[in-house]
């Protein structure tokens, strides 16, 4: 596609379930970057993907969360068992020059709410 | 961990007038780049400047860059309201550290019309 695309762009879920978002990223981009942004604030560094790998997971916050990239395209964060604080935009960005010195492309992001 | 600190957090203006955001950071980088994001939506990629440059221009945006200060800033001229949005800088740690690309809390600007 022309741009990143996230999926959903919206999610309600109750605590403690098992929440899937989507991101697709611009095509040929090697580099898939994951985010996440809570109001008010910038966004917050959890995940790199160097093609299929996880070239630097030291951003996610605990074991909950995990994410693939299995054939190094799109990618999929998931979070298990859902906690209030998990509440927050998740953004998606991918990059064709990879590593954090270049330009990042952002999807519209997924809005988890965890009631 | 967040590494850029946007000041002022909040700036209203009316348009026309230039608009002034600073970005200060911890580390030692190779490059620092502003983006932008309006309400809702992503954010979009604005300007990159690297670290061994000290100013670079790009339309109506204006950015310098002082290392020695750890710090860097951005300037609109010529404001309009569709420049309404919050701007975020974002650094590397040339160190190696990990975080990856990390953002400031943001400017949130507003133009007046």
């Known amino acids: 596609g022309a741009g990143v695309s996230q999926t959903p762009s919206n999610k309600v879920t109750e605590k403690g379930k098992y929440v899937e978002l989507r991101c697709d990223p611009i095509?040929?981009?090697?580099?898939l970057y994951w985010y996440r942004q809570s109001l008010g604030q910038g966004p917050e560094f959890l995940i790199y993907?160097?093609?299929?790998?996880?070239?630097?997971d030291s951003g996610l916050p605990n074991d909950r969360f995990f994410a693939v990239r299995p054939e190094g395209s799109v990618s999929t964060l998931k979070i298990q068992r859902t906690e209030r604080g998990d509440s927050a935009v998740y953004l998606c960005?991918?990059?064709?020059?990879?590593?954090?010195?270049?330009?990042?492309?952002f999807g519209e992001g997924s809005r988890l709410t965890v009631l | 961990s967040q590494q850029g600190e946007e000041d002022p957090q909040a700036l209203s203006i009316q348009e026309g007038e230039n608009a002034t955001m600073n970005c200060s950071y911890k580390?030692?980088?190779?490059?620092l780049q502003w983006y932008r994001q309006n309400s809702g939506r992503g954010l979009v990629h604005l300007i990159l400047?690297?670290?061994?440059?000290r100013e670079k221009h790009s339309g109506r945006l204006r950015v310098t860059l002082d290392t020695s200060k750890k710090s860097s800033s951005l300037l609109i001229t010529a404001s309009r309201a569709a420049d309404t949005a919050s701007y975020f800088c974002?650094?590397?740690?040339?160190?190696?550290?990990?975080?990856?690309?990390?953002f400031g809390k943001g400017t949130h600007l507003i133009i007046q019309p």
């Open positions: 580390t030692s980088i190779n490059n």
């Open positions: 960005a991918s990059s064709s020059t990879g590593g954090y010195t270049g330009e990042l492309f």
């Open positions: 095509s040929g981009h090697t580099a």
């Open positions: 993907f160097q093609g299929t790998g996880a070239a630097d």
């Open positions: 974002a650094t590397d740690d040339s160190g190696g550290g990990a975080d990856g690309l990390t």
């Open positions: 400047i690297r670290s061994n440059e």
